[in-house]
T-cell receptor, first 115, second 113 residues
Framework: GESVGLHLPTLSVQEGDNSIINCAYS??????FIWYKQESGKGPQFIID?????DKRQGQRVTVLLNKTVKHLSLQIAATQPGDSAVYFC??????????????FGKGTHLIIQP | SAVISQKPSRDICQRGTSLTIQCQVD?????MFWYRQQPGQSLTLIAT?????????ESGFVIDKFPISRPNLTFSTLTVSNMSPEDSSIYLC??????????FGPGTRLLVL
């Protein structure tokens, strides 16, 4: 079945620096990936998504890169701010789409922003 | 995106009892999902709840332990039955759009003593 995992459990960066959070997946049939941010005491918050027909997608201060050859995706956060401190999860699905399939989550990376 | 609320936000329960968690959405949605997040861990899908049909459970989760109702397109409940301390977790509901994007509620934090 689907397996999605992260390389590092904790990432500490200086405020203002760029952060890169990595994620690997095992199921070649995965066709849709989402990055979530979870702050303490809250539910996961959607950040950005990408489909398998894309290599890169940009949002406000965030970029997701997808490398299907090595089954790897990353989340880049530019100019990190204290409010970026949270746990970040990647999630994927191998379903046919239409919103009918559940997500498989990676283990999560705790991003710590140092002042 | 849909606005999702859950009740209760947290609870402390005695082992052997049951707790029903409610999930309310501010718009009609076809698919709703229930996830469990054990302390310090990631999210695991419990089941998919489609209005008008029985919930579909993932491996390791059974209906007797986690009965789910989906009476209409804006509401669902998850019951955690005959609780033990191992059931202490955050329980989250989510809804999906046709694009596949899922949005999550704030979660219900359950502690079983």
């Amino acid at each position: 079945g689907e397996s999605v995992g992260l390389h590092l459990p904790t990432l500490s960066v200086q405020e203002g620096d760029n952060s890169i959070i990595n994620c690997a997946y095992s199921n070649s049939a995965s066709d849709y990936f989402i990055w979530y941010k979870q702050e303490s005491g809250k539910g996961p918050q959607f950040i950005i998504d990408i489909r398998s027909n894309m290599d890169k997608r940009q949002g406000q201060r965030v970029t997701v890169l997808l490398n299907k050859t090595v089954k790897h995706l990353s989340l880049q956060i530019a100019a990190t701010q204290p409010g970026d401190s949270a746990v970040y999860f990647c999630a994927g699905t191998s379903g046919s789409g239409g919103g009918a399939d559940g997500l498989t989550f990676g283990k999560g990376t705790h991003l710590i922003i140092q002042p | 995106s849909a606005v999702i609320s859950q009740k209760p936000s947290r609870d402390i329960c005695q082992r052997g009892t049951s707790l029903t968690i409610q999930c309310q959405v501010d718009s009609q949605v076809t698919m709703m999902f229930w996830y469990r997040q054990q302390p310090g861990q990631s999210l695991t899908l419990i089941a998919t709840a489609n209005q008008g049909s029985e919930a579909t459970y993932e491996s390791g989760f059974v209906i007797d332990k986690f009965p789910i109702s989906r009476p209409n397109l804006t509401f669902s409940t998850l019951t955690v039955s005959n609780m033990s301390p191992e059931d202490s977790s955050i329980y989250l509901c989510s809804v999906s759009e046709s694009t596949g994007t899922q949005y999550f509620g704030p979660g219900t934090r359950l502690l079983v003593l």
